[in-house]
């Protein structure tokens, strides 16, 4: 039989300690039931008490199949937990679990409690015992046990013996520092599991010297049961044990698969590369490209040698299947890229094409030349399969753009207040009738976007759900005349399909044009809408039908 594991998550939590990271009490109660529905059987929601939100979201926490936990510290020196407040809000929590953060290395109950080996021992006991007699499930943090176990083994012990003797469900063994290497982790754990049952021990671990998840991997084999670490590794300095990549390690690598089991089901993990880079975007993070599995360089291929390898046997450069977590292969399309990478990639968005083709090389030629000049089809997916398929003939005029102009204007609102308002107009031709649109927005490329989709004729209902979700500028070179690339994220409402678009220009607004432009082309492709014909000669402007003058 395999032996059960536990996963905790903490990124609401200990990811709040990230730098630039906020959560909102929205935020946690989306990002909560998503940890949930991945699998995870405890979530760490935060420290009641300590702020507003994470008072307010365990006052009316999501429902969940998971464990929610609330954290927070062991009671006061000098007080009972009866006379402790915060102790007392935090047992108040409507949690599931209590999770107490309890010091275990003797130089910190020396330097930062400044009370007796012994009393820190009875604060153990104390609170655990009223956690459970709360009904509660009792999970105790030993803090800094690792750097505790180097400096005094005995002491160490002695706090996890306490705890478990007390009542704790888990012991859970912190490398708080994050300096534990995972050989010491493999011998530390070891020496707890000899004297307290395995099935009791848990492990957090951070990220200090990129060890995490080999620290929380090593202790695993070593007997710790539960595996404590965040979603992308979020956490303080330099992040906490990321579960985006040990969770998969743990189910598809057989020495973990073969031995372990999680609740995290085979269906599950292939949403996980969905939830990690879904997270990423609630946090207005940039995902992580080179992230393991779920990254979307992790199955990329570049060089021309491996994408022809890939075709023939994936296994060749791949570990594990990119599907079963959720993510794709890419044989990307650069200067680097050889013919495979092309075929692979028209394969990819349902082009055939004779690998003999000349339009091939041309397209090849063109790629290389516009990356040349800025252009980055690796992330620009909608962007490249409107170039291939230009090249093919297979893309339809639907409209031009004759001109736009963009004005944005410093002003004082009807309320006195001081505001930047940009406006834009655009004059689109579409088939013999010419449509000027004006639409306004908190920036040039907001306002571009409403102008130009405000009215676009017979098009009009098949862009009606699409919305602009990302706007990210990369600067290329130097000083106020440099090239600007912009990629822009757009997002089909009815389906939630997204794709990515590039512009590149040494104008920002230009290029940001130019992306908004491939994203409404490829949503007009994508649906298959017929171009309109040149029949008439009807000029609308603002909606009011002109006869274009002979």
Not at 26 to 46: C, N, P, S, T
Not at 248 to 268: H, M, N, Y
Request: glycine share 8%; aromatic share 6%.
């Amino acid at each position: 039989m395999k032996k059960r594991l536990y996963l905790f998550d903490t990124t609401l939590r200990d990811g709040a300690q990230t730098l630039g990271v906020d959560f909102s009490l929205e935020d946690k109660h989306l990002i909560a039931k998503r940890l949930d529905a991945l699998g995870i059987d405890y979530i760490e929601g935060g420290y009641p008490g300590a702020n507003p939100v994470d008072t307010a979201f365990f006052e009316a926490p999501p429902k969940l199949n998971a464990k929610l936990v609330a954290f927070g510290m062991t009671k006061r020196a000098g007080r009972s937990t009866s006379n402790d407040p915060g102790f007392q809000q935090l047992l108040s929590a409507k949690a599931d679990a209590v999770c107490l953060v309890a010091k275990s290395w003797d130089f910190h109950v020396d330097l930062q409690l400044g009370i007796t080996l012994d009393e820190n021992l009875d604060a153990i006991r104390a609170s655990v015992a009223a956690v459970v007699e709360r009904g509660r499930e009792s999970i105790i943090d030993c803090e800094h046990f690792f750097d505790g176990y180097k400096a005094n083994p005995d002491y160490a012990l002695a706090c996890a013996k306490a705890a478990y003797e007390a009542g704790a469900r888990w012991v859970v063994l912190c490398d708080t520092n994050g300096g534990t290497l995972p050989h010491e982790v493999a011998k530390i754990v070891a020496a707890v599991t000899s004297v307290l049952p395995g099935d009791h021990i848990g492990i957090h671990a951070h990220n200090d010297t990129e060890q995490g998840v080999a620290n929380s991997l090593s202790a695993v084999l070593s007997g710790a049961c539960q595996v404590q670490g965040t979603l992308n590794g979020l956490g303080e300095r330099c992040g906490n044990a990321n579960l985006t990549s040990i969770i998969p390690t743990l189910l598809l690598k057989d020495d973990f698969g073969g031995a372990f089991e999680t609740r995290v089901t085979p269906s599950a993990l292939k949403t996980l590369t969905s939830v990690s880079r879904q997270f990423d975007e609630l946090m207005n993070r940039q995902p992580n490209r080179h992230a393991p599995y779920v990254g979307e360089s992790a199955f990329a291929h570049k060089g021309g040698i491996h994408a022809s390898a890939v075709n023939k046997e994936p296994k060749s450069y791949e570990h594990v299947p990119p599907e079963s977590v959720g993510n794709a292969r890419k044989l990307l399309v650069s200067n680097q890229a050889g013919r495979s990478n092309i075929l692979a990639e028209l394969a990819r968005i349902g082009m055939e094409v004779d690998k003999d083709d000349p339009r091939l090389a041309a397209l090849l030629d063109d790629v290389k030349t516009r990356e040349a000049q800025g252009y980055a089809y690796e992330a620009a997916d909608a962007s490249f399969e409107l170039l291939a398929r230009r090249a093919l003939g297979e893309v339809p005029d639907f409209f031009d753009v004759d001109q736009f102009r963009v004005m944005v204007e410093r002003r004082h609102n009807a309320k006195g207040e001081l505001v930047t308002v940009s406006e834009a107009v655009v004059k689109v031709r579409i088939g013999d009738d010419v449509l000027m649109n004006a639409g306004e927005g908190n920036g040039p490329v907001h306002a571009l976007d409403q102008a130009l989709r405000k009215d676009l004729g017979a098009y009009q209902p098949s862009i009606q759900d699409l919305e602009l979700v990302d706007f990210r500028v990369r600067i290329l070179t130097g000083g106020t005349d440099a090239i600007t690339r912009v990629l822009i994220e757009c997002r089909e409402k009815s389906s939630g399909v997204r794709w990515f678009t590039v512009g590149v220009s040494p104008n920002i607004v230009d290029a940001s044009f130019e992306a908004l432009l491939d994203s409404i082309n490829f949503k007009l492709l994508k649906d298959g809408v017929a171009a309109v014909a040149r029949t008439d000669s009807v000029v609308l402007f603002d909606g009011a039908a002109v006869r274009r003058s002979a």
